[in-house]
C-alpha cells in the first residue's frame, strides 16, 4: 500500500510523526518493503554458490577451477560481507541549520533523520556502522559497531549533537581522516558550503587509504533558485558577511552558478572514483535512500 | 523649432525625478539569512557590469520618457517645408489702434510700428485667403488685401479701448466655420497690461500669433473722469503706478481756477466758484508727456434755479420734511401731488384707490400717454438713470401703464421690469406714494437727493449729466430753447496705465507671443508647420515599450 508507504512522503509530513528513532524505523521498513535484498553491496564480498552459466555473464566470474575438474560451465555467486565498517560523516555546521520555507526541514534535521535510518539499514545487515558529526571541529564520535543498542548509540549521539557554532568544515575533515584507520563505506551528509579544493583533498585522502566514499549533498530548495522581496539584505549565518541584492535581478545568474558548482563537485568526485548524490530537502526519505544504496 | 506651450517646458526639469528617486527612495532592505552566500557573490561579481549596465539604460528610458511627455505636452511645431508659398488661410488681423497707439516712444508713434506689421500680415497674404480686420472698434471687416490694406493706411489713433481677450475670442469665432483648413489671428498691439481683459481664450484649431509689446512710455500721467457734485470738481488722476505726480491745471471757460501737482492714483477735490443758473464746462488739463491723448478732459456741470414747490395737502410727512431741507425757491412752478396742474407736476398715486379713476381722467386731459393701473406686486427698484435707487424695496404700488403710444416720455425706474417712474412730457409719475407704508425709500439717504432730481431736473426734462467713451468732447441736449442735458466723452481711464503686459501674461491670448522679427516668418504656418507633439507620444510609447522589455526581460 502506498499509504502506508511512510518512506515516500514529504518529509516534513514525515518529521512531525514523531522523533527521529520513529521517523527512521518507519522509513526503515517501508524502505526495506520495497526492495529484495541490501542495496548496500559491499566492496568486501565472500562466495556464496555456484549456478550454471548463462550467456551474458561476466567472464570474471566463471569458475576455472571448477571447468577444469568437471569440463562444465559454472559462475560464483558472492554476498556481501557481514562485518563491513560504515562511518556516517554528519556535517552540522551552523549553515546546515538553515531552511528556505516554514514547511520544510532544516538540512541538518533532515541529515539526522537520514543518517538515523541509513545506520538502520546497515546494522540489520549486521555491519558495523559508526558516526562523526563535526562543523569547524570533530564534535562527536560513535566508533563504528554491530552490537545490540548500537543504533539507540547512534541516535542519541545524533539528538544530543547540538547545531554547530562552526564556519569551516575542513579542518575537520582532515581530522576525520585520522580517526578512520580502517577500510570501510564513508558517507559525508553536508550541504558543501565548503572549499572544493580543500575538501576534496581530504576525501581524496580517504579513497587512497582504501574506503568507499559516498557524497550526499544536501540543499535546500531555496538555495538552488533565488528569491525573495525586491530588495534583500541577505546575512551568511556563518561568517555573517551581508549582501544586498535584488532576487529577481541577480536569480538568473545565481541559478548559473549554483549550477556550475555542482556540476563541478559531481566531476570532481568521479575524477577520484568518489559517489556524488544531491538530495533536496523536500526528497522523501525512501527515495534518498534509494539513491544513496 | 517653435512651442505652442513654452510654459510647460519648465516640466523638463520633472526629468530629474528618476534620478532623485533612485537617489532619494533608498530604503533599508529587510534582512534574510542565506548560507549559500558564495554563491550569491559570485553570481554578483559575475553580472554586476551588466547589472549596472541595465540601470543605467532603466535610468536614461525613464528620463528620456518624461522629457518626451513634456516636449509633447509643450506642443512643438516643426517646419515642414522650406519657405515658398502657404495653404489657403482664414486670417483675421486684429490692428489695435486704441488711444495707447499714440503714445510717442523713441521719438516715432506706436501707431506707425503697429502699421507695418499688420501691413505684412495683410500683405503676405494670398489671393485664395480669407481676410478679416478688426481695429479698435471691435468690428471684424472682412475684405480683400487692397481695401483692407486701405484701411489699415487711413486707420489713425481710435478713442476706444480694445480688449484684447474679448477681440480675439471674436475672431476665432469669426473664423471658426470658415472652410479654409489653416486658421490664424493676429494679434498687433502695444499690448500694454490693461487691454488683455481678464478672461483667458481658447484658441483650438487656429494658430494665435501676438506681436510682442513695443517699449512703452510706462511712465504715464492721464486725467480720468471730472465730475462736478455740489459745487466741487472731483478730478481722478491716472496712469502707470509709480510715475511722478504732475501739474495739474483746471480751467473754466478760458479762466484758470487752480493749479495742483497730482500722480496716479489720486482724486482732487476743487471748489468751483459759485457760478448763476445755466450750464457751465471747463477742463482739467496735465502737462503733456509722451502719451497725449489722456492729458486732457472736459467737465461740464449745470446750476439749475430751484422750482417754486406747491406740494398738495395729502404728499405726507416725508415728502413735506424733504421739501423743507431743500428749501425751495421761486424757480418755475412745479406742483407736487393731487391733480396735474397746467405746468409741470410730480403725480403720486392717491390715498384712496377709488380716486385713482379721477386723477387717470386728469393725464388724459392733459394729453399724458401713461396712466396708473392696477395694483402692482411687491419688488425692488432699478434704475440706470438714478442709480441711488437700486436695490430699494416697494411694498405697495400701481402699474404705470401706457395708455397711447407718446413721442415725449423715458422710463426712469422700474420694479419687476415694469415703470415705477415715468417722466412724460412735464409730467413725472411716481408708482408708490412717498410714504414708509409703500416703500423704503423715505427711510434711505437717497431720499431728500431723490426729491430734489424729483422737482428740480426730472419734472423740467433735465437728465443728469451722461459720460461716454469717445474723443474728448461734450455734447448738450437741447429741447426747445432749453438746454435739458449733457454728454461729456472722454477716454476709457484703464488706458493710462502703460504698463506692459509680460509675456506670460500675453500667452492668456491663446497663442505665440513673437517679436517683430519672427511673427512675420510664424504667419501662414499652417501649411509649412507640423505639431511634433503626436510624433513625441509615439516615440515616448516605443520608449516605455522598451523600458518595459529591459525591465522584466532583464530579469
Redesign the interface.
Given at each position: 500500500m502506498v499509504a502506508t508507504r511512510i518512506d515516500l512522503l514529504d518529509p516534513w509530513d514525515v518529521a512531525r510523526l514523531g522523533g527521529i528513532e520513529i521517523v527512521a524505523r518507519g522509513v526503515v521498513e517501508g524502505f526495506l518493503s520495497g526492495v529484495h535484498r541490501s542495496p548496500f553491496r559491499g566492496f568486501s564480498v565472500e562466495f556464496t554458490e555456484h549456478r550454471a552459466y548463462q550467456p551474458g555473464d561476466e567472464l570474471r566470474y566463471l569458475d576455472w577451477r571448477m571447468l577444469a575438474r568437471s569440463d562444465r560451465l559454472f559462475v560464483k555467486q558472492f554476498e556481501e560481507e557481514t562485518n563491513l565498517r560504515a562511518m556516517i560523516l554528519i556535517d552540522v555546521s551552523?549553515?546546515?541549520a538553515?531552511r528556505g520555507a516554514d514547511a520544510r526541514l532544516t538540512k541538518r534535521a533532515y541529515v539526522d533523520r537520514l543518517a538515523a535510518a541509513l545506520a538502520l539499514v546497515l546494522l540489520r545487515q549486521r555491519d558495523a556502522t559508526g558516526l562523526i558529526a563535526f562543523d569547524d571541529a570533530v564534535r562527536t564520535v560513535v566508533s563504528a559497531r554491530v552490537k545490540g543498542g548500537q543504533w539507540a548509540r547512534l541516535v542519541r549521539a545524533i539528538v544530543e549533537t547540538p547545531d554547530g557554532v562552526g564556519t569551516a568544515a575542513e579542518p575537520a575533515l582532515r581530522q576525520v581522516t585520522s580517526l578512520l584507520t580502517r577500510r570501510g563505506l564513508v558517507v559525508l551528509m553536508s550541504?558543501l558550503?565548503l572549499d572544493r579544493r580543500l575538501t576534496m583533498t581530504a576525501l581524496q585522502y580517504l579513497r587512497h587509504r582504501g574506503h568507499h566514499v559516498i557524497v550526499c549533498h544536501v540543499v535546500d530548495p531555496a538555495?538552488l533558485e533565488?528569491s525573495?522581496?525586491a530588495?534583500?539584505?541577505?546575512?551568511?549565518?556563518?561568517?555573517q558577511?551581508?549582501?544586498?541584492?535584488r532576487p529577481?535581478?541577480?536569480?538568473?545568474?545565481?541559478e548559473?552558478?549554483?549550477a556550475r558548482?555542482t556540476i563541478a563537485w559531481r566531476s570532481t568526485c568521479r575524477r577520484q572514483r568518489i559517489a556524488y548524490h544531491q538530495v533536496r530537502t523536500d526528497l522523501p526519505f525512501g527515495l534518498a535512500l534509494r539513491m544513496l544504496g | 523649432m517653435t512651442f505652442l506651450h513654452p510654459l510647460v517646458l519648465l516640466g523638463l526639469a520633472a526629468g530629474a525625478i528618476p534620478t532623485l528617486l533612485h537617489l532619494l527612495a533608498r530604503h533599508?532592505?529587510?534582512?534574510?539569512?542565506?548560507?549559500?552566500?558564495?554563491?550569491?557573490?559570485?553570481?554578483?561579481r559575475?553580472?554586476a557590469h551588466?547589472?549596472r549596465l541595465?540601470h543605467l539604460i532603466l535610468l536614461a528610458l525613464r528620463t528620456a520618457l518624461v522629457l518626451l511627455i513634456v516636449l509633447a505636452a509643450a506642443r512643438p511645431l516643426l517646419r515642414t517645408t522650406a519657405g515658398g508659398g502657404h495653404a489657403p488661410t482664414a486670417l483675421v488681423v486684429i490692428f489695435d489702434n486704441s488711444p495707447s497707439a499714440g503714445a510717442v516712444v523713441e521719438g516715432r508713434p506706436v501707431l506707425e510700428r503697429l502699421r507695418e506689421v499688420a501691413r505684412g500680415s495683410v500683405n503676405a497674404a494670398r489671393p485664395e485667403d480669407h481676410l478679416w480686420l478688426m481695429l479698435a472698434d471691435g468690428v471684424a471687416r472682412a475684405g480683400e488685401r487692397s481695401a483692407l490694406l486701405a484701411v489699415i493706411d487711413s486707420a489713425g489713433v481710435a478713442p476706444w479701448r480694445l480688449d484684447l481677450g474679448d477681440a480675439v475670442t471674436r475672431a476665432v469665432q469669426v473664423i471658426s466655420d470658415d472652410p479654409l483648413p489653416n486658421r490664424e489671428v493676429h494679434v498687433v498691439s502695444d499690448l500694454e497690461r490693461s487691454a488683455l481683459g481678464s478672461a483667458r481664450v481658447e484658441a483650438r484649431g487656429t494658430l494665435v500669433l501676438v506681436l510682442a509689446g513695443a517699449t512703452l512710455p510706462a511712465p504715464n500721467r492721464g486725467v480720468g473722469r471730472a465730475v462736478v457734485t455740489d459745487g466741487q470738481l472731483a478730478v481722478n488722476v491716472l496712469g502707470t503706478p509709480g510715475t511722478d505726480p504732475g501739474a495739474v491745471t483746471v480751467r473754466l471757460g478760458s479762466t484758470v481756477v487752480t493749479h495742483a501737482l497730482a500722480g496716479p492714483g489720486t482724486t482732487l477735490t476743487i471748489p468751483l466758484p459759485v457760478e448763476p443758473p445755466g450750464w457751465w464746462q471747463g477742463d482739467v488739463t496735465l502737462e503733456p508727456d509722451e502719451f497725449r491723448a489722456d492729458d486732457q478732459v472736459p467737465f461740464v456741470w449745470h446750476v439749475a434755479r430751484e422750482s417754486d414747490v406747491h406740494p398738495a395737502s395729502d404728499v405726507g410727512p416725508f415728502v413735506t420734511a424733504a421739501l423743507a431741507v431743500l428749501e425751495t425757491r421761486s424757480g418755475p412752478v412745479v406742483r407736487l401731488g393731487g391733480l396735474p396742474g397746467p405746468g409741470p407736476s410730480v403725480l403720486l398715486p392717491p390715498l384712496e384707490p377709488a380716486l385713482v379713476g379721477e386723477l387717470d381722467r386728469a393725464l388724459a386731459a392733459r394729453g399724458s400717454s401713461w396712466r396708473y393701473g392696477q395694483s402692482g406686486s411687491p419688488g425692488v427698484l432699478a434704475s440706470r438713470a438714478l442709480a441711488e435707487l437700486g436695490g430699494v424695496a416697494v411694498a405697495q404700488r400701481y402699474r404705470l401703464e401706457r395708455s397711447v403710444s407718446g413721442s415725449d416720455s423715458a422710463i426712469l425706474a422700474t420694479v419687476n421690469g415694469e415703470p415705477w417712474l415715468v417722466r412724460d412730457g412735464d409730467l413725472v409719475l411716481v408708482g408708490s406714494r412717498l410714504d414708509t407704508a409703500w416703500t423704503d425709500l423715505p427711510r434711505r439717504v437717497a431720499f431728500v437727493p431723490f426729491v430734489d432730481a424729483l422737482v428740480n431736473r426730472l419734472v423740467r426734462g433735465e437728465t443728469p449729466v451722461e459720460w461716454m467713451e469717445g474723443r474728448p468732447r461734450i455734447e448738450f441736449r437741447v429741447r426747445g430753447l432749453d438746454t435739458v442735458g449733457a454728454k461729456v466723452y472722454g477716454l476709457d481711464p484703464r488706458v493710462s496705465d502703460l504698463t506692459a503686459a509680460t509675456a506670460e501674461e500675453a500667452r492668456g491670448l491663446g497663442g505665440m507671443v513673437l517679436p517683430a522679427a519672427q511673427f512675420a516668418a510664424a504667419s501662414f504656418a499652417g501649411g509649412r508647420r507640423a505639431d511634433a507633439s503626436g510624433l513625441l507620444l509615439a516615440l515616448a510609447l516605443v520608449v516605455a515599450g522598451a523600458e518595459l522589455g529591459v525591465a522584466t526581460l532583464?530579469?
Open positions: 551552523r549553515s546546515m538553515w550541504d558550503l538555495e533565488l525573495g522581496p530588495e534583500v539584505r541577505f546575512r551568511d549565518p556563518e561568517s558577511a551581508t549582501l544586498v541584492v529577481r535581478e541577480l536569480a538568473r545568474a545565481y548559473a552558478t549554483v558548482e | 533599508e532592505p529587510p534582512d534574510a539569512d542565506f548560507p549559500a552566500l558564495r554563491y550569491l557573490t559570485e553570481a554578483e559575475r553580472s551588466r547589472v541595465r532583464g530579469r
